[in-house]
């Protein structure tokens, strides 16, 4: 029977939560290069910018189909947070980034095989309530999570800024800005919300 949310409900118009992590709950991430690439492959596909290779060629463009509201990378797993425009984007966006890393990071470190666990998750969003629980659960991840360099949270708070980024889908559920960071610090909450979110994540971190 296939793991909890391996098997994806597609459909337009839809928040999702994505996650994968390395298989054996081996690192997918070794060095600061290694989470640079994976951020430059979303911004690749993301950007409303054309990128091309080395060869002159433009890579796809899904910024059309699929919007990235937070993210944040961990050593042994990611997490990402999308709204769907269009049915097929996430599978598209998930496929091109996952193969592409997969690719860099056995070249590099000269391994062969499968570098993640399984196919990406993804658990979709239904409530607003829910979008908010999960965006804090993403930025509150990393253990020093005010200033990790790898996850949305430094966009929120406006320390800078990228176009392949759409968090205003996110802080448009608050009154300011400020009213985000607030929430992101409310202990209290995130503790009882945590118990609802490790369920929906089936024990995955």
Partial sequence: ??????LKIDVSDSY?????????????????????????LLRRYLSP????????????KLDNDIELLAYCLMRNH???L??????????????GVMTAYSRYF?????????????????????????????????????????EYPYSSLQYYLRQSEIDWLQEERILD???LRQAYAEFVEDYEAVKESLALIKDELAGED
């Fill in 1 to 6: 029977m296939p793991s909890r949310n391996v």
């Fill in 78 to 80: 990611f997490h990402l």
């Fill in 106 to 146: 056995n070249t590099k470190y000269r391994q062969s095989g499968s570098l993640f666990e399984s196919r990406y998750k993804a658990s979709r969003i239904t409530t607003d309530e829910y979008l908010m629980h999960i965006s804090r659960y993403i930025h509150l991840n990393p253990t020093r999570w005010r």
């Fill in 173 to 175: 559920l608050f009154c």
């Fill in 16 to 40: 999702y939560h994505i996650y994968a992590r390395g298989g054996s709950r081996h690192n997918i991430f070794l060095e600061p290069a290694d989470y640079q690439y994976f951020l430059e």
């Fill in 49 to 60: 910018e054309d990128i091309r290779n080395n060869a002159g060629i433009s890579y796809a």
């Fill in 82 to 95: 999308v709204y769907q425009v269009n049915n097929g984007g996430m599978q598209r966006l998930m496929r």
